[in-house]
């Protein structure tokens, strides 16, 4: 709790350092550019992992003009909670169930463009880098990152900025975009393959995964055969592996040890 206030203390003081000189009273938690610009800033957090997610709600409280406004669990939650909390910042997990945090990154960008999203996540590969700027996200926080580096993603997010770990350099991104180009272009997924990538990844049988998406089981089948064609995957444990190389998953071995007994009836 120390180090949390002692954070507090830092940011404030960074706050008010920013306000002086502007004529006003109180100190703004957002510059003259930014597009937020209503009091308290409201923020939406999605994690799966309970603790993980009322932990981040704590800290979250501790920063100036800030006000949490809802919790989600998934993805799909998160674009519902959207339209009925109307958040200024999301904090987004990346590896969630049914619907994960890139996904449903794209999807917020696309109904609410207004609103700005700061992925989190505890893996730091190349690719799950490039996916989450390409979702559009303005942040990108590791999970194992500082207290303090949490509060200046939240507030270089909400003043109109983009934030990057440092952690997360420019040699990581550039260093990605260098070996696609020389082992060529990456595989495209759409995103209805990526969303039965997960699921199915997850051990979700084909008749689970058809209902999850209101989508016929023939229709599973056929996206599941196409996902196996273009990933080069001769077996339901080569899509599991391909969605945790993308951050999809939790851990690799706990969801193959997962899939492998639904192998006799997930078809």
Known sequence: MGSVLRARSRLQNQVEEK?????????????????????????????DQLLVRAG?????????????VALAADGREALR????????????????????GLEAAVLAKKQFPRVKIIILSDHSSEELVFRAL????????????????????ITSVAQGDEHLSPKVTKKVVLG???????????????????????????GKA??????LLKISV?????????????????????????????????????YLSLVTPLLTYIS
Request: hydrophobic share 40%.
């Open 19 to 47: 306000g002086k000189g502007r004529g006003s009273p109180k100190p703004e938690l957002v510059s003259d550019r930014a597009p937020v610009s209503r009091k308290p800033l409201r923020v939406l957090i999605a994690d």
């Open 56 to 68: 981040i709600c704590e800290l979250v409280k501790l920063l100036p003009d800030v006000k949490v």
């Open 81 to 100: 909670l959207i339209e009925t909390h109307d958040p200024d910042i999301i904090l987004m997990d990346t590896s969630m169930p049914e619907m994960n």
């Open 134 to 153: 390409r979702s559009g996200a303005e942040g990108l926080v590791l999970k194992h990152d500082s207290v303090e580096e949490l509060y200046s993603a």
């Open 176 to 202: 990605y975009l260098e070996g696609q180009s020389k082992s060529g272009a990456p595989v495209k997924l759409s995103p209805r393959q990526r969303e039965i990538l997960q699921l199915i990844a997850q």
């Open 206 to 211: 084909t008749k689970e995964v058809a209902s």
């Open 218 to 254: 023939n229709t599973v089948k056929t996206h599941r055969l196409k996902l196996m064609e273009k990933l080069d995957a001769h077996e339901i444990t080569g899509l599991v592996r391909y969605a945790a190389r993308l951050g999809l998953l939790k851990s690799t071995v706990l």
